[in-house]
């Protein structure tokens, strides 16, 4: 079972690397990797949940940054 879990991981962490590119990591590895272990324990899809958690993940990431963006403009603008 821990096998398992740790060859769920490295194929997660692998997909996930091979799918993102550096400049477009921002949140996917966080993703890949809570996504792969939901997957994983809601009946073996690690793959699939690593994926999905990649997509969350960057999506987040771009609000964040996004907002972030945002706030650096309006303080400029005072």
Known sequence: MKTR???TAL???TL????????NAAGCLKGA???GVAGHY???HAVVGAVGG???GRHL???HAQQQAEQ???ARAQ
Do not use: D, E, P
Request: hydrophobic share 55%; net charge positive.
């Open 72 to 74: 650096r403009q309006a």
């Open 11 to 13: 194929i997660a962490t």
């Open 61 to 63: 990431a771009k609000q």
């Open 16 to 23: 996930a690397l091979a799918t993102a590119g550096t400049a």
């Open 33 to 35: 990797v809570v996504g």
């Open 42 to 44: 809601a009946g073996h």
């Open 54 to 56: 990649c997509m969350v």
């Open 5 to 7: 879990l740790i060859r």
